[in-house]
Every structure is written in structure tokens, then in C-alpha cells.
């Protein structure tokens, strides 16, 4: 899987938008960025994926760079229940469809009221 | 529709006793993953079970071992347990049909106590 760089930790502003950064510079063409995020002493929560088109769901948007070597998981409007450690995850697809999921430190995302 | 259940929530054990840890997928997954989470540190992937067969094996001894069973369900065994164990043992679950859109959905995870 490749690896991923994420800035240790970062401060919203509740309400505003929050931008999450991820350098991904070493991923290949048939891999998918993927975001999770992990709310104090629970298990993590998948967000939001893509390949090399902007993708929104309800939950937040992905913006991934033209060449693909970073991207950034925009939360519109923050709010005190969007407090968590956010991961960027580059995933492989394994032979036979196996999927393992390889974290980094993450970005510990605090918002402020 | 349950979510990915793990058992027990918290367990306390001392050093060179061993340990089991049970994980119940989501309805319809066939696949479990297992990821043991230090204190401040990302998951860390121990292995991966599908067809009741290890397919996928991290960076971790042969203390740690494992089980699927037929209903997909599937246990974390720990030999020997060491202070260095201690950690919050997290079971995935998705869906082995070669898709890599589907996402993995995580349980909350049994926090492991070794003194």
C-alpha cells in the first residue's frame, strides 16, 4: 500500500468548514484513497472513497488532485460531534478481493466551539 | 441489521496467560479482519480470515492466532501475553467480491488490559 502524510493534528472553528490534507505521492493508478475517522476509544467509521474524481456524500467531500498524489476530506460545517482522529488510507486490491487496510498516525481534528 | 459485534468490551489479564476475543461481522460479510490499536497510534493489521482460511498476515508472532467460522464469525487468540500486548483489539468485516469500493465496517473494539 502506498503511504500516506498527514498533518499530526489541526483546529476548526465549529461551523466552519474543516480541510483535512493528505500527501499520497507514491500511489499507483489502480489505487483508491479512502477516509476514515475514529471517535475517542471507538472503532473507526469509513466516510468517504475515490479513485481520481471528486466525490460528496453526506458526510463530508474528497477533492483529489489531478495527479493524484494528494488530496483533502472537506466536513462543510463542523460541529463539537466531528472531534476525532481522522485517517487517509491508500488501499490495494488484494488477489481474490481480500482488503487490508494499512493506517498511518492520522490527523487529530479538534473543534472548537 | 446488527454491525459488527465484539466480546468481551474490556478484559484484564496478566503477563503469560492467554487470551480470546470473539468478533461477530455484519450481516452478509464473509471476511474478518483483525487490527490491534496502541495507545495514541493508528490500527495495526494482525490478519485477515475469509473461507475460514488466514489470507493476510501483518507484521505480528505466531502467539497471535486465529479462527473463522462458518457463520463468518471469527476469534483473536493471544499466547503468552506480554505488557506490550496491551491495546484495543479492533474486528473489520466486509465483503470478499474483489470490489475494492466496498468499505470496511469496524466494531468497537475489546479493550485488552495486560499487567
Known amino acids: 500500500d502506498a503511504k500516506t502524510t498527514q498533518p499530526p493534528s489541526m483546529d476548526c472553528a465549529e461551523g466552519r468548514a474543516a480541510n483535512l490534507p493528505c500527501n499520497h505521492s507514491t500511489i499507483s493508478g489502480n489505487e483508491y484513497v479512502y477516509w476514515y475517522r475514529q471517535i475517542h476509544s471507538q472503532g473507526p467509521q469509513y466516510i468517504i472513497h475515490g479513485l481520481k474524481n471528486n466525490e460528496t456524500n453526506e458526510m463530508a467531500s474528497l477533492i483529489i488532485t489531478e495527479d493524484r498524489k494528494s488530496s483533502t476530506l472537506i466536513l462543510p460545517h463542523a460541529t463539537l460531534r466531528d472531534t476525532a482522529v481522522y485517517y487517509c488510507i491508500v488501499r490495494v486490491l488484494l488477489s481474490g478481493g481480500y482488503q487490508k487496510v494499512t493506517f498511518g498516525t492520522g490527523t487529530k481534528l479538534q473543534v472548537i466551539p | 441489521d446488527a454491525g459488527v459485534t465484539q466480546s468481551p468490551t474490556h478484559l484484564i489479564k496478566t503477563r503469560g496467560q492467554q487470551v480470546t476475543l470473539r468478533c461477530s461481522p455484519k450481516?452478509?460479510?464473509?471476511?474478518v479482519s483483525w487490527y490491534q490499536q496502541a495507545l495514541g497510534q493508528g490500527p495495526q493489521f494482525i490478519f485477515q480470515?475469509?473461507?475460514?482460511?488466514?489470507?493476510q498476515r501483518g507484521n505480528f508472532p505466531d502467539r497471535f492466532s486465529g479462527h473463522q467460522f462458518p457463520n463468518y464469525s471469527s476469534e483473536l487468540n493471544v499466547n503468552a501475553l506480554l505488557l506490550g500486548d496491551s491495546a484495543l483489539y479492533l474486528c473489520?468485516?466486509?465483503?470478499?467480491?474483489?470490489?475494492?469500493?466496498?468499505?470496511?465496517?469496524f466494531g468497537p473494539g475489546t479493550r485488552l488490559t495486560v499487567l
Open positions: 450481516s452478509g460479510h464473509d471476511t
Open positions: 480470515y475469509y473461507e475460514e482460511e488466514e489470507r
Open positions: 473489520a468485516s466486509s465483503l470478499a467480491t474483489g470490489n475494492v469500493r466496498d468499505e470496511q465496517f
